[in-house]
């Protein structure tokens, strides 16, 4: 696993040139995430290390003034730049909550479909992260996991796959790239 220098921290907020450029919407838009997800109206939603939004906003778009976005990040900086960009926006229909993965900050069983996009390897206890996510599925609901290279704190897919496992996630579907690739992991049991 490759880390940053010190270990894995967070992507620091004065990157997100780094998150929202060209390269990273050809191997990892947000329309096509949300796509492969099925996110429609009325859909409950977690953006787990929602970072700026790139994923929230699209999100809240989509699933409209009938559901809900819930954008997770333990960094303030990311959280009002979000914020910033949903008030110009003029979206009312995401929350943003500040905590960490793994936590237990997390509802139970409030959402329909989460995401970890480029987050799973900034994350020190990456089981208790899963779990966190499993909790707050609803019985049937997605979590989708996309990596992306050259990221720092990349996983590969199969420890991706050994991490869901343990936590009681049933994968539902590989889909590769070249230099990216997304598992959506179901949950269909109470959590491990």
């Known amino acids: 696993m490759l880390v940053w220098r010190f ?40 953006d787990a290390g929602c970072g700026p939004g790139r994923l929230t906003l699209p999100a809240a778009r989509r699933v409209g003034p009938g559901g809900r976005v819930v954008a997770f990040d333990l960094q303030p900086a990311m959280l009002e730049r979000l914020e910033g960009r949903l008030a110009e926006a003029g979206l009312h229909n995401v929350e943003c909550i500040r905590g960490g993965l793994g936590e237990g900050a997390l509802p139970e069983a409030a959402f329909d479909v989460a995401f970890l996009v480029t987050v799973l ?39 991706v796959r050994a991490l869901a496992q343990r936590v009681g996630f049933r994968e539902e579907r590989y889909l590769p790239g070249w230099l990216s690739f997304t598992l959506e992991l179901g949950k269909y049991a109470p959590p491990a």
């Not at 929202?20 to 109206?41: K, M, Q, S, T």
Request: aromatic share 6%; proline share 11%; with cysteine.
């Open 121 to 159: 390897g900034e994350v020190p206890d990456k089981e208790a992260a899963l779990r966190d996510i499993h909790h707050a599925l609803r019985l049937g609901g997605r979590l989708c996991v996309t990596e992306v290279l050259p990221d720092p704190h990349y996983q590969t897919v199969r420890r």
């Open 7 to 46: 270990g894995p921290f967070p992507c620091p907020s004065w990157l997100v040139p780094l998150l929202e450029n060209p390269y990273v919407d050809a191997v990892a838009g947000a329309e096509r995430l949300l796509d492969r997800a099925g996110v429609g109206p009325g859909m409950q939603v977690l």
